[in-house]
């Protein structure tokens, strides 16, 4: 099993971007297909995007259609998520998932989690 690790979060004004990082451990990195969640306080965790294992194919929530891009560098074990036009209401505490046991868009579906990234959108 990979051990996910995030990175990139911080603090940046409305229509600003950031880029995240999901960095694995791990010799089967090639092999995991990966999901990036954002969870706010008392709410569930959210799904944004998912990318396949060769980074061909890509999946994204309505709500970041557009304004997220999840891309992977199987050489680095590391997946990304390029945050642009970014707005208050994507503060968040966001987290990288792998492998999904059933439907890609449930958080239940996934149990190897990384630790999280904060994410602030303020002026």
């Known amino acids: 099993q990979v051990q996910l690790v995030e990175s990139g979060g911080g603090l940046v004004r409305p229509g600003g971007s950031l880029r995240l990082s999901c960095a694995a451990s791990?010799?089967?990195?090639?092999?995991?297909?990966i999901a990036w969640f954002r969870q706010t306080s008392g709410e569930e965790r959210t799904f944004l995007a998912y990318?396949?294992?060769?980074?061909?194919?890509?999946y994204y929530a309505d709500s970041v259609k557009g304004r997220f891009t999840v891309s992977r560098d199987n050489a680095e074990n590391t997946v990304y998520l390029q945050m642009n036009s970014l707005k208050p209401e994507d503060t968040a505490v966001y987290y990288c998932?792998?492998?999904?046991?059933?439907?890609?868009?449930?958080?239940?579906?996934?149990?190897?989690w990384g630790q999280g990234t904060h994410v602030t959108v303020s002026s």
């Open positions: 998932a792998a492998d999904p046991t059933g439907s890609i868009y449930y958080a239940g579906s996934y149990d190897n």
């Open positions: 791990g010799r089967t990195f090639s092999r995991n297909n």
């Open positions: 990318i396949l294992d060769t980074g061909r194919t890509t």
